[in-house]
């Protein structure tokens, strides 16, 4: 490998390795940031399921109590020993119910599963619906401890009631466990606890109360024990009334969740050297100058500039050099050299030409119209007139153009001379086209080539106008070409005119044509005509105004 092509694949590389690194990076973070999302989901339904579960259970053993109350509800309120065995074997089978007691409707209790009470205890009024019932945390006599009701109404209108003993209740809850999180039976309408384990917060914010509830919440939020928490409530589906909640801080629920799983180290390693195999590819096609040429044709990024011929007695425009140029997205607008040649080796220049000849044609068509004779010079390479395909169109195109000039290198002639290409050149002439030999006197044509070759034009290359003044031996080649031309009955122009003193020492050696920066910079088609028809209009006007002033006053 040679330095040069070491630097070029350092190059091609540095664009690749950025954008692998940064989609790399990218999508490592995003699956990363998606994983934790996930993990975050499964720790949080992790700890709802908990309080679904603990809902499931109570759930059960409310609705055996219920049945067992249903039952109970059947038998005649006669604190007799038959309606205790009956009540202690439901005490037996039910663990949750610690105690069955029947009210009468004057809101008496006479009897419980154990003995009849005298004088009866005072209980709640009797119910004017059916259903499952609950009250508590009540004080009831002899129990030291709050205790839970769960009751129906019984069929001689007063309450048959199962109580729940608190510590039953306590159990339940006790089935989670975490340092700074709750759980808890709660009222749904109020949040107020009836058992809870661990330390009971809520909202900070009022605004975020959920209360009541009436379907399954879930929050994320600052608690009054100022500390972040996941809350899962659900209400019991026999016991609207009382809901559970489950509550964890985020910092220990989500504890553990934040590692990188090793086996993405590699997988991010895979993709990154993959991206940059797919992306150096990538960048190498879109960096191949043939193909970046064959996408700006396809974009119509080349443009046509104009730059008048003058004549050198009167300087007036009486034709043009139509010059390509590459309006590049990135880098602005390219001089020829900088793709000319590589559209010459690729074979794409033919293509570009046609182009450019027909955009020619629709640029000037007023010019044209004006003076169908201007002249609209064009540059050709040797690839040109040794494709017949070419040469045909181009013929195709002359009746539009009738002052049509192809400019064609004296280095290129030379090189590709046969007399295959002299025919060429001759067809070519047939069709009324004019042959330039363009940077004339650089490219060594010999005397007797020159004069076998047909031949309109010699262009005098630009070099030889820069020595004019000067006493290098270049400044009297521009009288040999003229002698030369004239010889030959051929015309002479000079290129590279940018002073006046040239200007006027070429028109006194006896060029009638010039071209360069003095009479006009290669220029955009809409202010190349301006130019032209401004200065049509001017001679005109001089006509006009000069004619009066020579009559007397
Ligand atoms: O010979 P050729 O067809 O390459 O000449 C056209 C080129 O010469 C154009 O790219 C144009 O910009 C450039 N050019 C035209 N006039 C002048 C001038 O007066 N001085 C210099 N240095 N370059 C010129
Ligand atoms: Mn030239």
Redesign the pocket.
């Known amino acids: 490998m040679t330095g040069s092509n070491r630097s070029g694949t350092r190059k091609l590389l540095i664009i690749p390795i950025i954008v692998s690194v940064i989609m790399t990076t990218v999508i490592t973070f995003t699956i990363y940031l998606y994983e934790l999302e996930n993990r975050k989901t499964l720790r949080r339904t992790s700890l709802s399921q908990t309080a679904v579960t603990l809902a499931k259970k109570l759930d059960q053993s409310f609705t055996d109590v219920n049945f067992a109350l249903i039952d109970s509800a059947q038998l005649p309120i006669i604190c007799n020993k038959a309606l205790r065995n009956f009540s202690q074997s439901l005490l037996l089978k039910l663990p949750q119910i610690s105690e069955l007691r029947y009210s009468n409707d004057n809101k008496r209790t006479p009897c419980n599963n154990w003995r009849a009470f005298n004088p009866p205890v005072e209980s709640h009024a009797p119910l004017d619906h059916k259903g499952l019932h609950f009250l508590g945390p009540l004080f009831l006599e002899g129990r030291s401890n709050p205790s839970f009701q769960l009751y129906r109404a019984h069929s001689s209108g007063g309450t048959v009631q199962a109580i729940i003993h608190r510590v039953w209740l306590m159990n339940q809850v006790k089935l989670f466990r975490s340092p700074l999180g709750f759980m808890a039976i709660i009222d749904s309408d109020s949040g107020v606890p009836l058992v809870v384990n661990g330390k009971y917060s809520l909202p900070i914010n009022a605004n975020a109360t959920y209360f009541p509830i009436n379907q399954p919440e879930e929050h994320e939020g600052l608690l009054d024990n100022r500390r972040e928490h996941y809350t899962y409530i659900q209400p019991l589906v026999t016991q609207p009334s009382l809901s559970i909640i489950i509550s964890q801080d985020l910092d220990s629920l989500y504890a553990d969740i934040y590692g990188f799983n090793p086996s993405w180290i590699g997988s991010a390693a895979a993709g990154l050297f993959l991206l940059l195999i797919l992306s150096y590819q990538l960048q190498r096609k879109l960096s191949d100058p043939i193909r970046q040429i064959r996408t700006a044709i396809r974009r119509r990024e080349f443009l046509n500039l104009y730059?008048p011929l003058v004549s050198s007695y009167d300087h007036k425009i009486i034709g043009c050099?139509v010059?390509m140029r590459w309006k590049h997205p990135f880098k602005g607008i390219l001089?020829?050299m900088t793709f000319i040649p590589l559209a010459e080796q690729s074979g794409l220049i033919k293509q570009m030409t046609l182009r450019q000849l027909d955009e020619a044609i629709q640029d000037l068509a007023l010019v044209l119209r004006s003076d169908p004779n201007f002249k609209v010079s064009v540059?050709i390479c040797a690839a040109h007139i040794k494709d017949s395909d070419v040469v045909d169109a181009i013929i195709a195109r002359a009746p539009q153009i009738k002052g049509l000039v192809l400019?064609i290198?004296e280095h290129q002639v030379v090189e590709h001379s046969s007399k295959r290409v002299q025919q060429t050149l001759q067809r070519l002439r047939d069709a009324g086209i004019k042959i330039s030999m363009?940077?004339f006197g650089t490219g060594y044509c010999s005397l007797s080539y020159l004069a076998s070759l047909p031949i309109d034009v010699l262009?005098a290359d630009?070099s030889f106008v820069a020595a004019l003044g000067t006493d290098s031996i270049n400044a009297d080649v521009l009288q040999t070409i003229l002698q030369l031309a004239q010889k030959l009955g051929m015309e002479a122009i000079a290129?590279?005119?940018?002073k006046s003193e040239q200007a006027e020492m070429l028109r006194r050696m006896g060029f009638d044509t010039q071209?360069?920066?003095?009479h006009g910079?290669?220029t955009t088609a809409f202010e190349f005509s301006h130019t032209y028809f401004n200065q049509k209009s001017q001679q005109r006007e001089t006509f006009v105004t000069v004619e009066p002033l020579q009559q007397p006053i």
């Open positions: 730059q050099q010059l001089p020829p540059n400019e290198t363009d940077d262009k630009r290129e590279g005119v940018e071209q360069g920066w003095l910079y290669p």
